[in-house]
């Protein structure tokens, strides 16, 4: 397309296509006189209303057909929910990439896999520098999160300021990185902000989010009174300063710290190119583990959300290579429960107890602190920006209407409920939803990305959970059925419970094919589909249930 749209002309829009109505999946843009700017581009970790899928990506297509009116990409910082789907999506649009050094050696790790690593041009942008693209001045501003080098971006364009907050937290001692830049914050505030985009994950929390030093410490006690065994520590791979945390309180406890899971390795490495976790002791490689005595060892483990695919779900199973668990091991949960992973998660928990395994989670003790604002924050955070219009995203719709009640309560002017593929007009005028485009959902499946919502996936679930049915009518040249129909369930129920199960299909195939006209048996779709509706009712009435059902037709001529 290379016409501009009437309605983007002379005006400043936020569109976000992921991550507004829901936590996660971030995906946001932004017009200035028809000229388009992504921040971000994320996954999101499937449920089981995708089954057999791992990761779901944000639906590009409305803006991959405008590509070449999208002036670049800017990722905000390396969590997987801003940078995972760039190296999935990128193809659809091709734009430059603009982040911050640490970002950009995991997107290069993400592009390499993807064959990208020569595509895609990557801009390394210092943090809290700033930068121009079209209409669009950017300063970059550092704030603290759960991984280094977050970039909050104050955009200024002829329409007005608006900053886009990314993942933030005000930790005064955030032991990885430098502090919040307040002052900048400050300085780059006081012209006067229209909007301010902003993270509404920690809106129901009162007060301040935490400081990483008080985790710290907290662990520091911990581990103190764990002298003999085993200890493993599971915490989300990209937080790179709690990884510093535990490697510095594990060489005070005497401990090595050893690396189990393959995104540890990616991180470390990645943290220590760009100048981090440089001042601790090398890491070990799990496959040393077993060299080292049962108490000088501290294990750092992937999978805190109970993946079955993570090292620690592994280990529990038993199914480690090299690693293993024994009576009076310890395993402290350094994380939160993601909502969602509760069953999952209280799985492990269980699994490693009933190992004799002794578990701490945050439940238990001060194990961990969230990277995202609190109520406090965030009312600090507006009384520095003041923006006259408030637009709540990265929330759920009742975190959405619960930062709106907050802003309008600190004197916001404006405070607007937003959702994924809303047109939000800022400027000039009345800020306004003008309109609606295409937004969605894809899953990463073998091949590449299907629908979420699409009959792919619809198959699937109904494949889970009410099974399948295969049959085969044979019948001669006139139609008439000459051997007992033969009928395979996969997963539809237990035919042990079921004796005459196959005896009624039969006779209910029969009987239905006994009252086709002849024309009508002449026709193999007609007997297929009769067989198929003998076959769906016999298994409403007994079970409530609609396998998938294929029935084939095997017609046979007299001779």
């Known amino acids: 397309m290379s016409d501009i749209d009437p309605k983007f002309k002379d005006s400043l829009i936020f569109l976000p296509l992921g991550g507004s109505g829901e936590i996660g999946m971030n995906l946001n843009l932004y017009c200035c006189n028809g000229k388009w700017l992504m921040i971000d581009c994320g996954i999101s970790f499937a449920d089981d209303r995708a089954p057999g899928i791992d990761v779901i990506v944000p639906d590009a297509t409305w803006i991959a057909d405008r590509k070449e009116d999208l002036i670049g990409l800017i990722v905000t910082h390396a969590h997987e929910d801003h940078v995972g789907a760039v190296a999935r999506l990128w193809p659809l649009f091709q734009c430059p990439v603009y982040t911050s050094p640490f970002t950009a050696e995991i997107l290069a790790l993400k592009l390499a896999e993807e064959g990208l690593a020569d595509k895609v041009e990557v801009n390394v942008i210092s943090a809290g520098s700033s930068m121009a693209l079209g209409e669009f001045h950017i300063d970059f501003v550092d704030l603290t999160h759960s991984i280094p080098e977050m970039q909050a971006l104050m955009i200024t364009t002829p329409y007005g300021r608006v900053l886009h907050s990314g993942d933030w937290k005000l930790d005064p001692d955030p032991v990885v990185g430098p502090s919040s830049n307040l002052v900048k914050m400050q300085k780059v505030s006081e012209k006067g902000v229209l909007a301010m985009i902003c993270d509404s994950t920690n809106v129901f929390k009162e007060g301040v989010s935490g400081s990483e030093l008080a985790v710290q410490d907290s662990l520091d006690d911990i581990l103190g009174d764990i002298p003999t065994g085993r200890i493993a520590v599971t915490t989300f791979a990209s937080n790179i300063a709690r990884l510093q945390t535990i490697a510095a309180i594990a060489e005070r406890h005497d401990r090595h710290v050893v690396l189990v899971g393959r995104s540890l390795h990616r991180m470390t490495k990645a943290a220590k190119k760009v100048g981090y976790l440089n001042d601790l002791p090398p890491f070990l490689d799990e496959r040393d583990a077993g060299h080292l005595p049962r108490d000088k060892v501290l294990l750092l483990c ?137 937004s969605g959902r894809l899953a990463v499946d073998a091949g590449g990305l299907t629908p979420l919502d699409g009959d792919f996936l619809s198959t699937r679930r109904r494949l889970v959970y009410n099974g399948s049915i295969s049959g085969v009518v044979i019948v001669d040249e006139k139609g008439q059925i000459t051997e007992d129909p033969m009928i395979r369930l996969r997963g539809v129920v237990d035919e042990n419970l079921f004796p005459d199960l196959q005896k009624m299909m039969r006779q209910e195939i029969v009987s239905r094919h006994g009252k086709l006209s002849k024309a009508e048996k002449q026709d193999d779709a007609i007997i297929e589909e009769t067989a198929h509706n003998a076959v769906r009712k016999v298994f409403r009435r007994i079970a409530g249930r609609r396998p998938i059902t294929d029935i084939y037709v095997i017609r046979f001529d007299d001779e």
């Open 302 to 438: 992937t999978g805190s959300q109970g993946e079955p695919r993570g090292a620690m779900a592994r280990i529990a199973r038993g199914e480690h290579a090299h690693i293993n668990l024994s009576p009076g091991d310890t395993v402290i949960f350094s994380s939160k429960v993601i909502p969602g992973n509760e069953k999952t998660l209280y799985g492990l928990h269980n699994q490693l107890t009933e190992g004799g395994v002794n578990v701490i989670t945050e439940a238990d003790k001060f194990v961990h602190v969230s990277g995202h604002p609190a109520r406090a924050e965030l009312t600090d955070m507006y009384g520095i920006v003041k923006p006259k219009i408030a637009v709540p995203v990265h929330g759920e719709a009742r975190h959405i209407r619960a930062h709106c009640e907050l802003a309008l309560s600190l004197g916001v002017e404006q405070a607007i409920e937003i959702t994924n593929g809303n047109l939000l007009k800022l400027a000039p005028g009345d800020a306004e939803i003008i309109g609606t485009v295409p």
